[in-house]
């Protein structure tokens, strides 16, 4: 059993490694302990997110669906011979994830099979589901089953992830238009999209990187760098899309350069070490 759960790791963290490249630097920041219980539920949305996706020529609601039934099956059972659900029912089961949260991730991409524009309610729902509960399912595994503290984090957990799915929008505006015909942001016009708009989108991310400061200084050492590094990532990611005109927003994909991302890897772990950050 042992062989197996640790084959079934190893394919999570080969998941992360071949989608993610700046998740991937960030998680190598955790203490080695919580690594793989990340790597998992990487694995396990990053696979949910393929069906809405990438399967285009595939009936995705039933491979939605079938996924969900496979999911909670697997938790139940403590067992699936799909790796990515075994290492995480593993998770799930050894550090107490509420399946509210799980539910709620699977509703939003649910919500990605029809729905291509979104209200300000819609997109709160959907925020929330897609990337505010993968924070706390993460939270879950940073504290250990300290639920006080966990309580305690909960709103700069979910402000965090907030501002990263908020930049993802911004970064993939093009693809998610042109590919899958989806405007997350409410009311704006992909075609007419203007610096007014991106203005204040932008000063709502600003508002969540904020706040979610505030908890990522209060993590327990062997999370904080890693996250931290997520932060600074999409942080960077962030300004170079504040200084870009809206026009270009709907034309291209921002990155951040490889060469970048190792050097806010470099300097965020030089801040964590004199207590900079």
Excluded at 243 to 268: F, G
Aim: glycine letters at 4%.
């Amino acid at each position: 059993m042992d062989i197996f759960t640790k084959v079934c790791y190893d394919c999570s963290r080969l998941i992360t490694h071949s989608y993610s490249t700046s998740f991937s630097l960030g998680i190598r920041m955790f203490s080695a302990d919580l690594r793989m219980p990340v790597y998992a539920i990487y694995g396990f949305v990053r696979f949910a997110d393929e069906i809405v996706d990438t399967f285009h020529d595939k009936d995705k609601a039933r491979l939605l669906s079938d996924f969900r039934h496979e999911t909670f099956k697997a938790i139940h059972d403590k067992i699936s011979l799909n790796p990515v659900l075994h290492t995480f029912q593993q998770v799930v089961n050894t550090y107490h994830i509420d399946h509210a949260l799980i539910e709620s991730f699977l509703d939003s991409m649910e919500m990605d099979l029809e729905q291509t524009i979104y209200s300000k309610q819609d997109l709160d729902l959907y925020i929330y589901g897609s990337a505010e509960v993968v924070g706390l399912m993460c939270l879950k595994v940073f504290l250990e089953g300290n639920e006080a503290e966990y309580n305690r984090l909960k709103p700069f957990a979910c402000a965090l992830g907030a501002a990263f799915q908020k930049i993802n929008f911004l970064r993939d505006m093009k693809s998610d238009f042109l590919d899958r015909g989806r405007v997350y942001f409410p009311d704006v016009d992909f075609h007419r999209f203007t610096e007014e708009e991106k203005k204040e989108i932008e000063d709502d991310i600003a508002n969540d990187f904020s706040e979610a400061y505030k908890g990522i200084i209060q993590l327990p050492a062997s999370s904080r760098l890693g996250v931290y590094c997520a932060y600074k990532y999409y942080l960077n990611l962030f300004y170079k899309i504040k200084k870009l005109p809206a026009k270009i927003i709907t034309e291209r994909r921002i990155r951040v350069s490889d060469k970048r991302k190792l050097y806010l890897l470099t300097t965020s772990a030089f801040q964590n070490q004199f207590g900079l950050i």
